[in-house]
């Protein structure tokens, strides 16, 4: 589909150019009207998307890596950056229930945990969304960003994501970079890229 042409003649009927905020907006009324349904619409009790797609996990890969192999091909459990300590993490940055610092994984306990744990992440964000228009960029970033922090019930960006304020949500992203109290590098880049993947780049 060439979004250039709708994107143009909404230019034209409104007859000025499109700031961010209407990109996004168009985006996601253009996936959601391609968004496959019985009845060729789509049902907000059932939001779309519910499953992370391959740049979704491509993006959490590349900011957790699969830390920490051994010399034997093991990947062995390390501690949070930011704090020293807990909560350890392991392989696909998994933390929680099976990790703690003597905890030792090969690489498929990884990926499995990692495939696990985005079920579990995706419906968490799909649940607090609340049936909310969401492109699948956006609920990509947004799991990202949950995997991450944790915080998708109570963060201000999905407040604003529920509210269509798509500019107020990704503007938020950047507020969630510091561990520990301290501003940490790593997750400033991860917030940007989370937020340009939120705004379908």
């Given amino acids: ?84 300590a807990e909560p350890w993490t392991l392989g696909w940055g998994a933390t929680g229930a099976g990790v703690a610092p003597d905890t030792i994984w090969t690489q498929q306990e990884c990926d499995d945990r990692l495939a696990s744990d985005l079920r579990r992440y995706a419906a968490d964000v799909s649940d607090a969304l609340g049936g909310s228009p969401t492109t699948q960029a956006q609920f990509d970033a947004l799991v990202c960003f949950h995997y991450n922090t944790g915080a998708i019930r109570r963060a201000t960006l999905t407040r604003l994501h529920r509210a269509q304020d798509y500019a107020g949500a990704q503007a938020e992203f950047f507020r969630w970079n510091r561990a520990g109290g301290r501003v940490m590098k790593g997750l400033t880049r991860r917030r940007a890229a989370e937020a340009k993947l939120y705004s379908g780049g």
């Fill in 1 to 84: 589909m060439d979004r250039k042409v709708i994107f143009d003649t909404v230019r034209g009927i409104l007859g000025r150019g499109l700031v961010q905020a209407d990109v996004m907006k168009l985006d996601q009324a253009i996936e959601l009207a391609a968004s496959p349904s019985t009845d060729g619409v789509s049902s907000p009790a059932e939001p779309f998307p519910r499953e992370v797609s391959p740049a979704g996990i491509a993006l959490i890969k590349q900011f957790e890596g699969c830390a920490r192999v051994r010399a034997d091909g093991l990947f062995e459990a390390y501690p949070d950056p930011g704090t020293g």
